[in-house]
Every structure is written in structure tokens, then in C-alpha cells.
């Protein structure tokens, strides 16, 4: 007899909106990308079988390799090759594999790098140099084991079946987007925050996530019956009868709710004293243009272009492809305009193809314009496909990660080069694109009117620009509650940039979070905004906020912020000025 678990509620961060209802797949991944998929028991033979073959096919490869060797090298440096061929026939190692694959019901992958993660350890754990030497070789057959097993009916994750939620430790970006696009309806993980660019996926994904649950992967098991409210932060593990119907209604409110944001698609956004605000949107992925249309974005105001290459990793994309998603974007929204940010490969999100090094601390290292100015050889390719592209569209280029004004030169001098290149060819190209910056490290903030006249225009990125002035790393949910964008010090720096732009001349928007969060609207729109770029589904509601104000009103507002010592201040000013009812006339 089954007995059924009680109700479970865990509190974390709501940073990707919506309830979602479904069953759990917990997921661990490492560095080869190991996935662990639960197994139905009658599907355990099969799989067994499957990893026989992949003995069979890794003992091929090596056998094959230890014979090329052995012509180039000699046989004494090819016998090293013998142990690992030795492993992947030892019976004990093999039974090991079979019987986590039958008892635990899991891939065969999995189960390898299990088994194998067991042993080397064992191995390392001893004095004997010769043991530590096999724990080595250990390592090596797993890794054929895994390249042949992915040969072998490779496990999808499409086969996740319907309605599934992930829980795990950690999603890089990537992870998200291809678990996006399968049958996965929520997100759980462990780490994160609410500028992390796995939430950032998640939200232009729709897909509710909660962030910050500390422990969860101990709590849940395969196919536990799931609640996840990415609007509140909650996770209820075995629902109650009574908390399915809630959240089931609940459901129901959200896509009503939907239906009548969409009414303001075709609604100006104006504020009530008729003052113009363009509301853009900001997309990682080319199917997000079908909502960035359908929510009444006037342009993409943000393309993070590095999404482009974390799709396609290990491998870079060439300059044809490049081309093919600039100019589906361009096409879509056309006359309006794409600015796409060069590729802000970096921190968490690069990969030692390009970096060609390791980093201590790779958020502070070479990254975004810095990795761009220092390996032009991969950003010439972009550059190509960007110019080429902007042919009879309006396409801006924006660089990201910029702190002083020598990179900006710097970079007119590398695209000059790019384009004479070109004009060698005969490839038509548009020289003229608007080019501009991330405003989202300090000093670049601190000296934004001795950078205002070198560019078209500024964006200003809230998520970094906060993270870098506050001390406080995003994607750490121990210090999250320091990630305040009402801080007083960022207030000043918005103030100053915005200031700095519009004295010279040149356009000013604000690409961050903080542009889609319409309680910071009356803010950002006393200081001078006039475009804010935002996830798709974030433009009618800070769109009826706009409506809803009437500029005249706002100076007053800013003015008196930026007097206040602390966040918790200017979050109560901006409160009471949202309740307080409009005057009448």
C-alpha cells in the first residue's frame, strides 16, 4: 500500500511569474552535460542492453585509437590505452553500471558517471600511487562511455513526457532555453535571483520559476505531484485537494487576466498630459518576436545577441547564420528598430572556446567589450553580419560592459577596419547604424557626460549596473535582499546618466529589470526616460501605469527621492504617491 505523503509548502523567490501544475523530474548536471532521467521499470532491460552497446562501441574507439597510437607513438606510449580497454571489460565495474540501472531505474549515463564519481574517489582516497593512477584512467573510459552511450539511442530531454517541473541545484541559461522548449511548465532551483539570466529565460519563456529554495532537491522525488507559484515564491509538494482547486482557479484569474492586457495592444502609450514613452521589448530568442508584436512592443529594444551562441555551443555561429536571425528581426518589426547588443559572452556564460583561458572571477574578468576588443578575430564575424543586415533597416548596435571612453575609439577603429574589409569585397553593407552603450559599470555611469558625445545613444542596464555599485553578486540568494534598485546611490547615478544624455543630445533608455517593474514608472519617467525596453509581457502592464500618470506630476516625485538616505524610503514615498488618488480636472 502506497501512503500518501502530506502537503508540503517551501517558501523562495518568486522571479519568474505565473502557477504552474505538474509532476517533478529532478535533474543534475555536470560539465559533459550527465543528465538523470527516471526510468519506467519495464523500459530497465532495454536500457541495460543500450549500455552494452555503448561497452561495445567504446571498446571499438579505443581499440581503434590505441592502434593509431601505436603507429605514431610506439607501443610503450600506446599501452597506456590498455588499462582503460581492461576497465571497460571488468565485470565488477560493468555489474555495478547494470545494477544502478535496474534498482535505481535511471539512464545509463547517469548510472556511469555515478558509479564512476564512487570508485574515483575510492581510488584518490588511497596512499598507492598506482590507484590514484587507475582513478585517472577511470576517468578517461567514462568519458568514451558517455561520447558512446550519446551514439546510442541518446536519452532526449523531449522525453520528459507533458507537464513536467524541473527541480534542481542550478540551470545555466542554456539548459533553460532547450528545457523551455520542450514540455517543461515550471522551474524550482536552488540558487539564483531575480536578475539571474536563468530567470531572465524563464520570464521571456513564460515560464514560472522559483529561485532560492534551499534544499529543495533533498525534499523532492520523481514524479511528486507539484505546485509552483513563480508569482508569490512558493513550491507545494503534494498539493491537498483543496490547494489544487485553489491554484486551478487561480489559473483560470492569470489567463483572464492575459486576455485583458492584451486590450491595450492597440492604446497609444502616453502619459495623460499626452507626453509620447516607447515602450520596446527586450528578446534572448527569435520566437519571442511573435509576442513582442502581439503585446504592442514599438521595436526590439534589446537583442541579447550571446543567446545566439549559447544555442550553439561548443561551436560558434558563422557569419551566414548571424545574418539569417538579424534579419528575421529586423524584417519582423520593420520600419521600427533592432538594437542588438554585441555578444556579452562572459561571467557564467562563456565558454573555453572563446575565453581560451580560466578565470578566478569571470564576472569581473574578460567579458562583453573587453573579450570583444581582446579576440576580434570572433567578433569580426558578427560585426560582418550586423552591417550587412542593417541594409535598409534600422538596426543600433550596442556595446556592452563598456567602463571608459579608450574602448569606445577602440571599437570605431576595429569596425573601420570592417568596413574597408568589406568595401574590398563588394559587399553591400550600411555603415551608418546607430551605435551605443550599456551603461552597467560604475565608472562608465560616473563619467556618462564625457561618453555621451562619442555615441548615438545610451542603454542603461539596471541588472549589472546595481550588482557592480552594490557589492552584490545577482545570481546569490544569500544576499539578494542587498540587490536594491531604490538604493539612494543608484538613484544619483540614473539621475546623472540620464542628465549626461539628454545635455548631449543623444538618446537615453533603460534596458534593465527595473524598466519592466511599472512601480518604478513615475521614477524613471521624472528623470527623463522616454524609452523603457521590457520582457514582452511586461509591456501592458507598465503601459497602463504610463497611462495612468501625467508627467507634470513626477518632477516632484524625483526630487524628493533623491533627498532620501535609504531604499526603504523612496519605496514608501513611491507607494504613497501610487495610492494617493490624481486630482480632480
Given amino acids: 500500500m502506497t501512503l500518501k505523503r502530506q502537503p508540503q509548502i517551501i517558501e523562495g523567490l518568486g522571479v519568474s511569474p505565473g502557477v504552474a501544475i505538474g509532476r517533478a523530474v529532478c535533474i543534475e548536471s555536470r560539465p559533459q552535460e550527465v543528465y538523470r532521467f527516471p526510468l519506467l521499470e519495464i523500459t530497465a532491460d532495454a536500457e541495460v542492453h543500450r549500455f552494452q552497446q555503448a561497452v561495445a562501441q567504446a571498446v571499438t574507439e579505443l581499440t581503434t585509437t590505441r592502434h593509431k597510437a601505436s603507429k605514431k607513438l610506439g607501443n610503450e606510449l600506446a599501452a597506456i590505452f590498455d588499462a582503460q580497454s581492461l576497465l571497460l571489460t571488468d565485470s565488477s565495474f560493468l555489474n555495478r553500471v547494470e545494477e544502478r540501472i535496474r534498482e535505481e531505474r535511471v539512464n545509463a549515463e547517469w548510472a556511469v558517471h555515478k558509479i564512476a564519481e564512487e570508485l574515483t574517489a575510492r581510488f584518490e582516497s588511497l596512499d598507492d600511487k598506482r ?52 514540455h517543461v511548465v515550471a522551474f524550482a532551483i536552488e540558487t539564483g535571483g531575480q536578475t539571474s539570466h536563468t530567470t531572465i529565460i524563464a520570464r521571456d519563456l513564460n515560464i514560472p520559476l522559483v ?33 489544487l482547486t485553489d491554484y486551478q482557479d487561480l489559473q483560470q484569474q492569470l489567463s483572464e487576466r492575459e486576455r485583458e492586457l492584451l486590450e491595450t495592444e492597440p ?44 544555442e550553439k555551443t561548443p561551436h560558434l555561429p558563422s557569419e551566414e547564420e548571424h545574418l539569417v536571425i538579424y534579419r528575421q528581426l529586423l524584417d519582423a518589426v520593420h520600419p521600427q528598430p533592432v538594437v542588438i547588443r554585441t555578444f556579452d559572452l562572459g561571467g557564467r556564460k562563456l565558454a573555453r572556446e572563446v575565453m581560451e583561458t580560466e578565470e578566478d572571477n569571470p564576472v569581473l574578468g574578460l567579458r562583453g567589450i573587453r573579450l570583444t576588443l581582446a579576440r576580434p578575430q570572433i567578433f569580426r564575424t558578427q560585426l560582418r553580419a550586423l552591417y550587412r543586415a542593417a541594409v535598409d533597416r534600422d538596426l ?81 540568494e544569500h544576499v539578494s535582499y542587498l540587490y536594491r534598485p531604490l538604493h539612494p546611490g543608484i538613484l544619483r547615478m540614473l539621475h546623472f546618466v540620464i ?6 543630445g543623444i538618446d537615453v533608455g533603460m534596458c534593465g529589470e527595473m524598466a519592466g517593474d511599472r512601480h518604478y514608472a513615475p521614477l524613471l519617467l521624472g528623470m527623463g526616460l522616454r524609452r523603457l525596453s521590457v520582457t514582452p509581457r511586461a509591456i501592458p502592464e507598465v503601459k497602463t501605469q504610463i497611462r495612468n500618470l501625467a508627467l507634470a506630476d513626477l518632477e516632484g516625485v524625483v526630487d524628493k527621492c533623491l533627498t532620501m538616505s535609504t531604499a526603504d524610503e523612496v519605496e514608501g514615498c513611491l507607494e504613497t504617491f501610487l495610492e494617493t488618488p490624481a486630482p480632480a480636472g
Fill in 396 to 476: 543600433w548596435i550596442l556595446l556592452p560592459m563598456v567602463s571608459n571612453l579608450e574602448e569606445v575609439r577602440q571599437f570605431k577603429r576595429f569596425a573601420a577596419k570592417i568596413h574597408a574589409e568589406m568595401e574590398r569585397e563588394g559587399i553591400e553593407f550600411n555603415r551608418d547604424c546607430k551605435l551605443g552603450i550599456m551603461i552597467e559599470v560604475p565608472s562608465a555611469a560616473l563619467v556618462a557626460d564625457v561618453l555621451a558625445p562619442e555615441v548615438d545613444f545610451f542603454s542603461i542596464g539596471t541588472n549589472d549596473l546595481i550588482q557592480y555599485a552594490l557589492a552584490v553578486d545577482r545570481n546569490n
Fill in 211 to 243: 529561485a532560492g529554495l534551499t534544499g529543495v532537491t533533498g525534499l523532492v522525488t520523481d514524479d511528486d505531484p507539484v505546485i509552483v507559484d513563480g508569482t508569490d515564491g512558493l513550491v507545494l509538494l503534494h498539493p491537498s485537494t483543496g490547494q
Fill in 499 to 504: 542628465d549626461s544624455a539628454n545635455q548631449a
Fill in 267 to 310: 492604446l497609444p502609450c502616453v502619459t495623460k498630459d499626452e507626453i509620447s514613452v516607447e515602450l520596446m521589448a527586450n528578446i534572448d530568442l527569435p520566437e519571442e518576436i511573435h509576442d513582442a508584436i502581439r503585446f504592442g512592443a514599438c521595436g526590439i529594444g534589446l537583442y541579447r545577441s550571446e543567446f545566439l551562441y549559447i
Fill in 131 to 182: 590507484f590514484r593512477e587507475r582513478g585517472e584512467d577511470l576517468r578517461d573510459v567514462t568519458r568514451y562511455l558517455l561520447r558512446a552511450l550519446q551514439g546510442v539511442a541518446h536519452h532526449e530531454l523531449s522525453e520528459l513526457g507533458p507537464d513536467v517541473i524541473i527541480v534542481a541545484h542550478d540551470l545555466t541559461p542554456s539548459e533553460a532555453v532547450r528545457l523551455g522548449r520542450q
